[in-house]
């Protein structure tokens, strides 16, 4: 028994770190992009950090900010702009210092900057264009 907790021990021990997105470089696009782009990602890492309850919370920041993007839309052509804004912002800086910085510095605390970056090309392809698509949205609807 005594045996069979060293090697796991051992095997954990020296398993190799997962492949993550920097969490920084992920909050510094998620101003550009969306903190929604953000949220998704922070998710990702955690799924591969094996942090299955980290990346539901993620994921919730991923809906709430969704509801919160929904809700700053609607409020718009009620002459709400400068509201909708606010929501949004406060909902920008609650993510950015309630989970992205979190994860950064959870994988700062566990890995270093010793683990492999995920390539950004793709992600970041694909928040452009959904970002394309919602302002196209917006436009054409307002």
Same mark, same amino acid.
């Not at 696009?29 to 969306?34: E, Q, T, V």
């Not at 782009?37 to 942090?51: D, I, Q, R, T």
């Not at 702009?81 to 992205?100: C, D, N, T």
């Given at each position: 028994m005594k045996e069979e907790q060293s090697n796991s021990a051992h095997t954990s021990a020296t398993c190799a770190p997962p492949s993550l997105w920097n969490p920084? $470089?992920? $909050?510094?696009?998620?101003?550009? =992009?969306?903190?929604?782009?953000?949220?998704?990602?922070?998710?990702?890492?955690?799924?591969?950090?094996?942090?299955?309850?980290?990346?539901?919370?993620a994921m919730e920041w991923f809906y709430i900010g969704s509801a919160v993007l929904l809700s700053t839309f609607l409020l718009v052509?009620?002459? =709400?702009?400068?509201?909708?804004?606010? %929501?949004? %912002?406060?909902? =920008?800086?609650?993510?950015?210092?309630?989970?992205?910085?979190?994860?950064n510095s959870a994988v700062l605390l566990k890995y270093g900057k010793s683990y492999e970056r995920r390539p950004w090309g793709k992600v970041l392809v694909i928040g452009i264009a959904a970002n394309v698509v919602w302002q196209v949205i917006v436009k054409v609807t307002l």
């Open positions: 920084n $470089a992920l $909050a510094n696009w998620s101003l550009l =992009l969306s903190p929604l782009f953000g949220a998704y990602l922070v998710a990702e890492n955690y799924k591969a950090m094996e942090k299955a309850s980290d990346a539901k919370k052509p009620f002459g =709400l702009f400068g509201a909708s804004m606010v %929501i949004y %912002i406060g909902y =920008l800086f609650s993510w950015y210092f309630m989970s992205a910085r979190r994860q």
